[in-house]
Nanobody, 122 residues
């Protein structure tokens, strides 16, 4: 099973920025998801295994940027202009295939990390 480790979460004021990292044991397509207390896990952004395709949730377009460093098998999620409603545990999930498809559904992925807490204060 692919190992994924997230890092970079923390406490930030509204309007601030954070960069999350997802270190994978092998190169995989990655989706970032988030889950707030009492809510379902939702797709935030994704990038295919070779970086050829990215996809974002509408509400984060223009504020979040997903990228990858394939030499390090690491995917980054740069989050700018954060709002309190984006407080959640952020998870990266991996799918081991070479398709140019990004699934916005968590159950389409094969592996996931332990999550990292992002708290945006007002």
């Amino acid at each position: 099973q692919v190992q994924l480790v997230e890092s970079g979460g923390g406490l930030v004021q509204a309007g601030g920025s954070l960069r999350l990292s997802c270190a994978a044991s092998v190169r995989v397509t990655v989706g970032w998801f988030r889950q707030a207390p009492g809510k379902e896990r939702e797709f935030v952004a994704g990038i295919t295994w070779n970086g050829g395709l990215t996809h974002y949730k509408d509400s984060v377009k223009g504020r979040f940027t997903i990228s990858r460093d394939n030499a390090k098998n690491t995917v980054y999620l740069q989050m700018d202009s954060l709002v309190p409603e984006e407080t959640a545990v952020y998870y990266c999930e991996g799918k081991a295939d070479t398709l140019q498809i990004i699934w916005p559904l968590a159950n389409k992925y094969d592996s996931w990390g332990q999550g990292t807490q992002v708290t945006v204060s007002s």
